[in-house]
């Protein structure tokens, strides 16, 4: 999927998501320019560093 509609179906701003890609801390394919994402993979990634900030932990 691509990033203007994982931002629409996760309700996210598609500049943070393309920040945090950028960043490393979102998992995503590069198709030539086109940055691509696994839905489930990006909703896991994002929990888990939920949970880690729920739990005290740095994300």
């Given at each position: 999927?691509?990033?203007p509609a994982l931002a629409?179906?996760?309700?996210?701003p598609a500049a943070w998501l393309?920040?945090?890609t950028a960043a490393g801390r979102?998992?995503?394919?590069?198709?030539?320019?086109?940055?691509?994402f696994n839905?489930?993979?990006?909703?896991r990634c994002l929990l888990a560093r939920a949970a880690?900030?729920?739990e005290g932990g740095a994300a």
């Open positions: 999927m691509a990033l629409r179906r996760l309700k996210i393309k920040e945090e979102i998992p995503h394919l590069r198709a030539g320019r086109r940055l691509l839905v489930e993979a990006v909703k880690g900030d729920a």
